[in-house]
């Protein structure tokens, strides 16, 4: 939009956002066979001045324009480059887990000791999960504090490792099986 500003009345044409509006009684109705953000137009404005509003107190990265109709974001996006180093400094690399661990375990094992926003299972070729996972923290403060912790899972002492120190392991060589004797 304008200056980074996005029409509230486009943002009820997201299919979450439609959802949650379908949910309070309130149904967008889309363009058929058009793109959901084309359809803006039909969004009364009463509804999108509602949505402004509701915003306005609830989300704290976004700003809201004066009447309602409007939002932009209040600090620009990281590059994507920035994005990645800030997630690094409040991951840890974790290990050894049991292979037939769970996802929802996993959040809940870390969730006892810091505020969790992801975690993400390391996975094989085979996509069978490989035992290490990198979880990260709301904060790089918190990612510390675990780090210092000496965690232990299913009887086993974790090893934690800064992302930013990580280093994977090299994959093992293939053994060479000599050829058959000739004939």
């Known amino acids: 939009g304008e200056g ?11 299919q979450r956002t439609r959802h949650l509006l379908q949910l309070a009684g309130h149904a967008v109705v889309l363009n058929p066979n058009r793109p959901a953000a084309e359809s803006a137009d039909r969004v009364p404005a009463a509804l999108a001045r509602a949505v402004g509003e509701a915003l306005r107190g609830a989300a704290a990265s976004l700003a809201v324009a004066e009447d309602g109709l409007s939002v932009w974001r209040r600090e620009p996006v990281p590059s994507e480059e920035e994005m990645q180093r800030l997630v690094a400094a409040r991951s840890l690399h974790a290990a050894p887990f049991p292979y037939d661990a769970k996802m929802e375990d996993l959040q809940d094992f870390f969730s006892q000791h810091g505020e969790v926003k ?3 299972m ?4 085979s996509k069978d999960f490989r035992g290490e996972v990198f979880v990260e923290f709301a904060s790089p403060e918190e990612a510390a ?7 232990e899972h299913a009887g086993a002492q974790l090893r934690l490792v800064a992302k930013a120190d990580y280093v994977p392991p090299e994959p093992k060589a293939r ?4 050829a058959p004797p000739a004939a």
């Open 122 to 125: 390391l996975r094989h070729k």
């Open 118 to 120: 992801s975690v993400r």
């Open 175 to 178: 053994k060479e099986v000599p």
């Open 4 to 14: 980074g500003r996005v029409p509230v009345a486009t943002l009820c044409t997201f």
């Open 145 to 151: 504090a675990v780090k210092g912790l000496q965690l």
